[in-house]
């Protein structure tokens, strides 16, 4: 995209309004579910963090995608990189903070559930067959680009 004609600039400072009024709604949105939260079953629960994240990524890709243009970077003064970069790690550290413990509550229940039997069986087959083909796929993508030896 070519920035040297006012006018594209000008289209360009709009769309970041427009996201920006976006992001605003995903706010808006996103407070209202959270009040109601506490009444959701599993799937509902499941469906709103995936959601959660897909933003998240969505927002992330931008953020990445604005470090990478000239345009933008160059516009942006040292203090202002430097908030931000304190404003994502404090994100990055909750969010690996959060995986940590996540992952660890995860693999004991799981290691309960299977020394209880408690697991389902057909859970079990299922996730045994996901991981196959994908491992699969991961083979041959591998053998195409000449990376597999047997």
């Known amino acids: ?3 040297s004609d006012p006018g594209t ?11 920006v009024m976006l ?3 995903l706010l808006e949105t996103v407070d209202q579910a959270k009040d109601r939260v506490g009444e959701y079953d599993r799937l509902e629960l ?3 963090i995936r959601t959660l994240f897909q933003n998240m990524m969505r927002t992330l890709k931008a ?4 470090l990478q ?3 933008i970077t160059s516009q942006m003064p040292r203090e202002y990189l430097q908030y931000v970069w304190s404003e994502t790690y404090k994100s990055f550290r909750t969010l690996v903070e959060l995986d940590i413990k996540h992952t660890s509550d995860m693999a004991k229940l ?7 039997g408690t697991v389902n069986p057909l859970v079990t087959l299922l996730r045994d067959i996901i991981l196959a083909a994908q491992q699969e796929k ?3 993508e591998d053998t195409q680009r000449g990376l597999y030896t047997i």
Do not use: V
């Open 110 to 116: 799981i290691r309960e559930n299977i020394s209880k």
């Open 23 to 25: 992001q605003k709604k």
């Open 9 to 19: 600039a000008l289209d360009f400072s709009a769309s970041l309004e427009r996201w």
């Open 69 to 71: 243009d000239p345009f």
């Open 1 to 3: 995209m070519e920035y």
């Open 46 to 48: 499941i469906l709103s």
């Open 63 to 66: 953020f990445d995608t604005w």
């Open 138 to 140: 991961k083979e041959k």
